[in-house]
């Protein structure tokens, strides 16, 4: 079974803090993905990434960066967190080409404070 | 205009009926195109891959419509644990998946 594990369910972070959310693969996935969930917004798309060191900004990268080091390891950084990064990260993977199933990490519930 | 647009509902329906979702899309370029489900709590999971000619899976089947660009769910005899969010996903360029906002579902006994 494919497996996508994010380090925490749920977090609380103070406002201005450096915050890291890991998520690791264990499939191989080429490609993988950082989405935050709001209430009537859905799954808005943060950075995605298809390579090892190659990103692309997604729909609402400001206030984020990420890193990929490693194949099965991405990790989503907030450089200095604010209120309104309240929300539930949610990572995924999938192979490469765009047409095979993306499989999600659990999400982490992230209140900034 | 939102790429990839759902009604978002929700749907309140007794069980044993069927019920039908839409979705619309805008880039006419876009290729590929799913239904995920997302029960409360959950991560979305892969329900289907819609095709150019539809298809079929049990009690569901998923129709793409390229001239006007919609992908369609129906879900027949529906039961109670078919109760969740239901997200349309369409592919970006090579690898994006876009999600929309997801339609609520909820089958009442």
């Known amino acids: 079974d494919v497996k996508v594990t994010q380090s925490s369910r749920y977090l609380v972070k103070r406002t201005g803090e450096k915050v890291f959310l890991e998520c690791v693969q264990d499939m191989d996935h080429e490609n993988m993905f950082w989405y935050r969930q709001d209430p009537g917004l859905g799954l808005r798309l943060i950075y995605f990434?298809?390579?090892?060191?190659?990103?692309e900004k997604g729909d609402i990268p400001e206030g984020y960066s990420v890193s990929r080091e490693k194949k099965e390891r991405f990790s989503l950084i907030l450089e200095s967190a604010s209120t309104n990064q309240t929300s539930m990260y949610l990572c995924?993977?999938?192979?490469?080409?765009?047409?095979?199933?993306?499989?999600f990490g659990q999400g982490t519930r992230l209140t900034v404070v | 205009r939102k790429e990839v647009e759902q009604d978002p509902g929700p749907f309140n329906v007794p069980e044993g009926a069927t019920v039908a979702f839409n979705c619309t899309y805008s880039?006419?370029?876009?290729?590929?195109f799913f239904w995920y489900r997302q029960d409360c709590r959950k991560e979305p999971k892969l329900l289907m891959s819609?095709?150019?000619s539809g298809n079929e899976d049990g009690r569901f089947t998923a129709q793409l419509n390229r001239a006007s660009q919609y992908i369609s769910l129906l879900i027949r005899d529906s039961k109670l644990s078919d109760s969740a969010t239901y997200l349309c996903v369409v592919i970006k360029g090579a690898q994006k998946l876009v999600f929309g906002q997801g339609t609520r579902l909820t089958i009442n006994p």
């Open positions: 995924a993977s999938s192979l490469s080409g765009g047409l095979t199933e993306a499989f």
């Open positions: 880039n006419s370029a876009s290729q590929s």
């Open positions: 990434s298809y390579d090892v060191k190659m990103k």
């Open positions: 819609v095709y150019s």
